[in-house]
Every structure is written in C-alpha cells, then in structure tokens.
C-alpha cells in the first residue's frame, strides 16, 4: 500500500487535526487519541505542553517523522508499538517487535498476587516471586516495584525479549533483584517460590487469524500461540509448578475469557486446589488462582 505524505509545513495544532482526521477516515477506534499519542511522541512533550504550544510550528524534521509514524498508524500497527514505548503499572516500559505489547488487563493479574501477599505476609515481607514468559517484563516490574523486600527470577523462551525486560529493569532501578533467565517456562528455575505468575500464550492456534490486525500481526506469534485448543502453556505451569511451589505458595495465571472451567479442570488432575478465578477490567473471567 502507497500512503502519501498527510502532513506539510504546518503548526502542531493543524497537524494533529489533520492526522486525527485521517485516522477518522480509516475507520480506526481512537483517531484522536491515537494522533495526540503519536504527535506528542515526535516532539517528546506531554498532553498540556502540547496544548499550550499549538500554534509552534514543525521542523522539517518533525513533518517527516509525523508522516512516517501516521503512515505506520494506517497501516494498524498499535501506536504504542510505533512510539517503542507502554505506560503499564505506573511504569514506562520499552517495547520491540519481540515482546507482547502489555495489556491493561494485566494488571488484574499484578492486584491478585500483591492481594494476596498483602493478606499472607504483608508487603514488606522477604517473597520469592517467579514470572515466566516475562516478555517485556512488565508483571515482574511492577511486582519487584511494590513488594520492595521481594526478589526475582523472570524465564522467556526468547533472549531478544529477554534484552527488552533487562533493558526495563534497569531503567527502573529493579535489576539487582530480578534475574533474567533463558529456557522454557520453568525449566531455568531451582529453589521453591512464594508466588509462580505468568500470563502465557493462550490463544488457540486457529482463531489467531481471527483477531484484528494490530494484534495479530504486531505481536509476536510465540506470544499469542497457545496450541491447537490454546492450553499448551497451562499444561506445561501446572506440572513444572508443582515442584517449585511452596506448601504455603500460590500460583496466579492469566487466561483467556473462556477458559476458565477447562484450565480448573486440568489444575485439578494435577493436583492444584483452592482454586479461584477473578476477572479483569471488562467484567471477563481473566485469573486464575491455585495452591498445591
Ligand atoms: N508477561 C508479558 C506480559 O504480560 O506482557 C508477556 C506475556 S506474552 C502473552 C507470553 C510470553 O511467553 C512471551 O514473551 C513469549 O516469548 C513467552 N513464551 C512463549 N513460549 C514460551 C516458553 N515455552 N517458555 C517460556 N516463555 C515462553
Ligand atoms: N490477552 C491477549 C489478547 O487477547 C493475549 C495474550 C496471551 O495470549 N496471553 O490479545
């Protein structure tokens, strides 16, 4: 597809105008969210900045760098992914195109561990927290950011997503107490911990095709790819798990809206008891709760 340049010589005001009237057009859900977002990106300001100084002018520079990231946007790829940045828990998390773009659902998954914790032992107590398939990191961080005596190990099958979370931890002041280990879900761990989370791939092969374009073709495929009935992953969590849980210890992981009496069914086979399932944001069934 040949897009043509949207944007020329013009103030900051005109060209999100311009921009949000082209996103518009193209049938996008937040056209001017999505313009806003981009445009504060290029010129590295926030939303009131942005506001105060809608009659400056672009740079040449600018214009060019608007139009690419407008031609990217009509193209579907998600605007965070073209800014290389997600804001999740509070914390500015780098991106690339081999980690999952985190979901604002996922957070449910952090508030049920740090729940949790927070009736356990409280949240100064010394935790032993495992993330697997950390991908950008952002479930450990947020973790590792609120349980300040707590330490770390996330695992991820793939070391460039792995290069994304070190990135992050470091950014925000966590690397001592989080080790980046590479492996299949919990093969890299030794040792027992307090809480083993994860939010998997758990997208049934066959509906990938189905999902809209920003997703499926902009996150990584091994992200998404749950297997055939998309609860490979589940199989794998709950057998490795079992050995590397305390007795006093939990297992948190997300699942998909409909899932939830298949996965209790499997944890159950294997052992897994006091089960509970809480749903995210949209009122859907999204965590999975168990001990051993
Ligand atoms: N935890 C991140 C989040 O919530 O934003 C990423 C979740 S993403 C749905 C799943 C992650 O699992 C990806 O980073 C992917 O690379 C990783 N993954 C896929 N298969 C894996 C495996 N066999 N072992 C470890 N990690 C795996
Ligand atoms: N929740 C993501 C989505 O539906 C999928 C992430 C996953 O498979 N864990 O797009």
Avoid at 146 to 167: H, K, P
Avoid at 235 to 254: I, Y
Wanted: charged share 25%.
């Amino acid at each position: 597809m040949i897009v043509n340049d949207n944007i020329c010589s013009t103030n900051l005001a005109a060209a999100l105008k311009t921009a949000a009237l082209e996103f518009k057009l193209a049938g996008l859900d937040t056209p001017q969210l999505d313009a806003r977002l981009l445009l504060q990106s290029v010129m590295g300001i926030d939303q009131s900045a942005l506001i105060s100084a809608s009659e400056q002018a672009l740079t040449d520079g600018q214009v060019q760098q608007f139009n690419e990231f407008i031609k990217c946007r009509l193209m579907h790829r998600p605007v965070h992914r073209i800014i290389g940045e997600k804001e999740f828990w509070g914390m500015r998390l780098k991106i690339s195109d081999a980690v999952l773009d985190p979901r604002a659902d996922t957070e449910c998954l952090v508030e049920a561990v740090l729940t949790h914790l927070d009736q356990q032992r409280g949240k100064n107590a010394e935790y032993r927290i495992a993330d697997i398939g950390t991908g950008s990191g952002a479930i450990i961080l947020a973790l590792m950011g609120e349980l300040t005596n707590a330490i770390g190990v996330a695992t991820d099958i793939s070391d460039d997503a792995l290069e994304i979370a070190r990135y992050n931890a470091a950014r925000h002041g966590l690397e001592a107490r989080i080790a980046f280990l590479q492996g299949s879900y919990l093969k890299p761990l030794s040792g027992r911990f307090d809480v083993i989370v994860s939010n998997p791939p758990y997208i049934p092969t066959s509906d990938i095709l189905l999902l809209e374009p920003e997703v499926r073709d902009n996150d990584p495929q091994i992200a998404l790819d749950g297997g055939g009935d998309g609860l490979d992953a589940y199989h794998a969590l709950f057998n490795e798990s079992a050995k590397l849980v305390k007795p006093e210890g939990r297992v948190f992981f997300e699942i998909g809206h409909d899932q939830a009496s298949e996965i209790a069914q499997l944890a159950a086979q294997s052992g897994w008891h006091d089960v509970r399932i809480s749903k995210d944001y949209g009122g859907n069934d999204r965590v999975f709760a168990a001990s051993h």
